[in-house]
């Protein structure tokens, strides 16, 4: 793993992305093990769009690892009010903390951001563009589920905005997988995107559909994603898709027995509460585990970034 900022996961490799789960998944077995591993600490949470899970996991993370969180709170509450660029911020904040997590609404945020900074740069989201992080808590629950080789995944919904769903196409290249990409014509992947899929493996095996019905059968894994409302130039281009591709119990009557579910959260209306409860649902868990990977992330960039400190 390359230990310094965390933009894309198109930077990640095989061997890089089973290094993170592999950490988690001993860290998810004995938490207490890594709990004074990173005293004195300090990690700068720098968020300029809502979060909850992301915002929150990266904390719970960094205080389960001895450290603690410096936040640079709301927009309405920080110098960005007063006309403070981008920059200028991290650049500020890289003085107060030993590694930054940076949420953007502009696509590329993270890379411009992360040329002003010395101490790691992780990447929550930028815009439309990448969410590794969350990609990686992905992984992690494909790979305890379903298995992250010979999988057969179905990514549902809004395609052309999500960033998660970019993140995760690019991380599945590097396993034995066939994707399949089902959504609304105007929400489908960026061309920009399958061409980068085919770029990274040339063989990838994608498939793109308007209509789950045809596919289902066949899935291990089905990535529900909300249509993300906040990223559409003309609110009335959101009504005609709102509320199409939602899943309930009826649906999965087509699925196989051991389908998991997975959607990164926040949910709208795309998956039926009805399913919460059935061996399906892994959304929840998905959620969790957001905590153990991150705690991996960070001691794995951490401990680099401070002359390779041990691995226990
Ligand atoms: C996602 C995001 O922010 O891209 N949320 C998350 O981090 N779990 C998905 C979304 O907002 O739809």
Redesign the pocket.
């Known amino acids: 793993m390359r230990h310094d900022h965390l933009i894309t996961s198109k930077q990640l490799s095989r061997a890089d992305v089973e290094t993170v789960l592999d950490r988690a998944a001993e860290i998810d077995a004995d938490p207490d093990a890594v709990a004074d591993r990173h005293t004195n600490t300090l990690l700068g949470l720098l968020f300029f769009?809502p979060?909850t899970?992301?915002k929150m996991s990266f904390e719970t993370a960094m205080k389960r690892l001895g450290g603690d969180i410096v936040d640079m709170g709301s927009i309405e509450s920080s110098s960005v009010k007063k006309g403070e660029t981008l920059a200028d911020t991290v650049r500020v904040i890289e003085g107060y903390a030993d590694a930054l997590v940076l949420?953007h609404p502009k696509q590329g945020a993270a890379t411009m951001a992360s040329e002003f900074v010395d101490v790691p740069l992780l990447n929550?989201?930028d815009g439309a563009g990448h969410?590794p992080t969350?990609t990686m808590l992905d992984l992690y629950t494909i790979r305890e589920n379903a298995g992250l080789d010979d999988l057969t995944i179905g990514i549902m919904g809004?395609l052309k905005y999500?960033?998660?769903v970019h993140s995760l196409a690019h991380a599945l290249t590097n396993f034995d997988t066939r994707q399949h990409f089902i959504s609304p014509e105007s929400l489908r992947l960026p061309r920009e995107v399958v061409y980068d899929l085919h770029q990274a493996d040339e063989n990838a095996a994608i498939r793109e559909h308007d209509s789950l019905e045809d596919v289902l059968p066949s899935l291990d894994v089905l990535y529900v994603?909300?249509i993300?409302r906040e990223r559409f130039p003309d609110e009335q281009e959101y009504q005609k898709v709102a509320g199409e591709y939602q899943i309930d119990a009826e649906t999965l009557e087509a699925a196989s027995d051991d389908l998991t579910i997975m959607h990164?959260?926040?949910r709208v209306d795309e998956i039926d509460p009805e399913i919460d409860d059935t061996e399906h649902a892994a959304y929840f868990e998905q959620?969790h585990n957001g905590v153990p990977v991150r705690m991996a992330l960070l001691d794995l960039l951490l401990s680099d970034e401070r002359g390779g400190e041990d691995d226990e």
């Open positions: 769009e979060s899970r992301t949420r929550a989201g969410h969350q809004d999500g960033r998660t994603t909300r993300q990164p959260l926040p959620a």
